[in-house]
């Protein structure tokens, strides 16, 4: 059950039985007050209402609004809310009874699949695209951020119900290959690589396998990500683009709705008439064609595929390249949402001190590297630790660290301390206790409930940072529990605690497969 959604659902049908407003769930805004004793939810909805009856030309006073709403909530209540109460004239605010609480938390206890939602049910079909990282070397730091936010964005869409792929678009054509493919064979005959080839201390390991260099690094992809628990549902080769003439047929639709022009023997797309500062080339005067015109062909053929919202990663570099290519899709495809998420970069320390070269080769620090030292779970949680559009400084010597000042160990250990309590609780006695006993165990309980929503919300803000800040959230007020209240007391377990920290493992369990974290039973 996802508390907020009923609540929503109710004021729904309230406001279109009382005020004659159609509002789609979506359109209704549940908050968590700051100040606890305000209640666990609260809804502003009684000053939408008046503003748009006052557009309409009626007047009804907030207050009046907001009592009516709180009526009908009353009516609907089913012992869900212990208090239901208008403050300051327009805010109603909510608090969950005990009785719900216990009952909704001994679900949880007994369900490992808690957080599971239909909230994406029939919402369309959904591409996420990220990484799609050049095939012309090894993945590095920068590229697991991408892989990390995608997977775990993914991950929230799939347990919220939504309809979702994932694809790595793979860049096999065009300049950058021919270069690295000229490198590696420059090696293979003893000659000196190109000046504008590729100079990377893989180039000489790619030169002594007889393989396809960009099959070879393809294969290190993928068993990069398999080793950082990232899945692809689809590989998608812009070669394919090509030799099934779909870039050239993507220009014939430009032409034909007037959206591009010929200049110099060049086709410019008129990216000005939405905004850009100047018009871009989608096929240049050597009959070659530009990322941006191919791009646009890749975009249209998720389309053909049958996905209605397209949700792409980029880094930060990207900017000025988003309306451009949104604009030439959108004016081709106006029911499609195209969603780009723009990340910034990463920056390896160890110990405080900047980490610029591998130790190993002089050269890039690969992922790989940074897995082998640090371990995947880590990894996975820095890289989603920050807000997307954040810099990340990532320091190597904290995220070996097995204390409270590394996050990621103070997590799982509150899952591992939980799996030690319920281990020793075995073939003890009982006593009969309530699940809320106590101020801390009544938090637990109400952050527990949220779990559900809190995925639904990274999935309508794209902001995967949500979920480390509600399991960190969630473990200290498990430490401060454990610190303060005894599960086992006298070798006599007490029941309704038990039911707790239960409920607390599986939510945190969850989390952490959310994230691509482990869940260690012991530590």
């Not at 609004?65 to 212990?82: C, H, Q, R, V, W």
Request: charged fraction near 30%; proline fraction near 2%; charge should be negative.
């Amino acid at each position: 059950m996802v508390v907020r959604d009923i609540l929503k659902g109710w004021i729904a049908d309230i406001v279109k039985e009382q005020f004659g407003i159609n509002y789609t769930e979506d359109e209704i805004a549940i908050e968590y007050p700051e100040n606890k004793n305000f209640g666990d939810y609260s809804t502003t909805i009684p000053f939408k209402i008046a503003k748009e009856l006052k557009a309409k030309g009626q007047t009804i006073a907030l207050p009046n609004i907001a009592n009516t709403i709180k009526e009908g909530l009353e009516s609907k209540n089913n012992n869900i809310f212990d208090s239901i109460k208008v403050a300051n004239g327009g805010f109603i605010n909510l608090c969950i009874s005990n009785d719900s609480l216990e009952k909704l938390i001994k679900e949880v206890a007994n369900n490992e699949n808690y957080g599971e939602s239909d909230f994406g049910k029939g919402k369309g079909k959904i591409l996420l695209e990220y990484v799609s990282a050049n095939p012309t070397g090894p993945l590095h730091i920068g590229h697991a951020r991408w892989a990390a936010i995608g997977d775990t964005l993914y991950r929230c869409f799939k347990t919220a119900g939504y309809d979702i792929d994932t694809e790595f678009y793979i860049n096999d054509a065009g300049k950058q290959v021919e270069l690295l493919i000229d490198s590696v064979e420059a090696v293979r005959k003893g000659e000196k690589i190109p000046e504008n080839g590729y100079h990377g201390y893989y180039i000489n390991e790619l030169a002594r396998i007889n393989k396809s260099p960009i099959d070879i690094i393809l294969e290190w992809h993928k068993e990069d990500l398999k080793e950082f628990r990232v899945h692809f549902d689809n590989w998608f080769s812009e070669l394919s683009l090509h030799r099934n003439g779909e870039v050239e047929e993507t220009l014939k639709i430009l032409s034909e709705k007037g959206l591009v022009y010929e200049k110099e023997g060049a086709l410019w797309f008129k990216s000005t008439d939405f905004g850009d500062d100047k018009d871009r080339v989608v096929k240049k005067s050597n009959g070659e064609y530009t990322y941006f015109g191919v791009d646009i062909a890749y975009h249209l053929n998720k389309i053909k595929r049958g996905y209605s919202r397209l949700i792409n990663i980029w880094g930060a570099d990207h900017h000025g390249y988003v309306k451009r290519l949104t604009s030439a899709v959108t004016s081709i495809h106006k029911d499609v949402k195209i969603e780009i998420i723009l990340g910034q970069l990463v920056s390896l320390f160890r110990g405080g001190d900047p980490v610029r070269m591998s130790k190993r080769t002089g050269d890039i620090i690969t992922l790989r590297e940074v897995i082998e030292e640090v371990g995947t779970d880590a990894v996975r949680y820095f890289m989603i630790s920050k807000k997307v559009d954040t810099h990340i400084n990532f320091d190597l010597e904290i995220a070996k660290k097995q204390s409270d000042e590394n996050p990621v160990y103070y997590l799982q250990y509150a899952h591992a301390r939980i799996a030690g309590i319920i281990r020793n609780s075995q073939g003890l006695g009982i006593i009969e206790t309530p699940i809320i006993d106590n101020q801390i165990a009544r938090e637990i309980a109400v952050m527990i409930i949220r779990f559900p929503e809190e995925i639904i919300d990274i999935t309508l803000s794209l902001d995967p940072q949500r979920m480390t800040n509600y399991l960190h959230e969630l473990a200290t007020l498990f430490h401060k529990f454990y610190s303060e209240y005894r599960v086992i007391d006298n070798n006599k377990v007490l029941t309704g605690r038990k039911i707790l920290v239960k409920a607390i493992k599986n939510v945190l369990r969850k989390g952490l497969w959310i994230i691509g974290v482990s869940a260690p039973e012991s530590m």
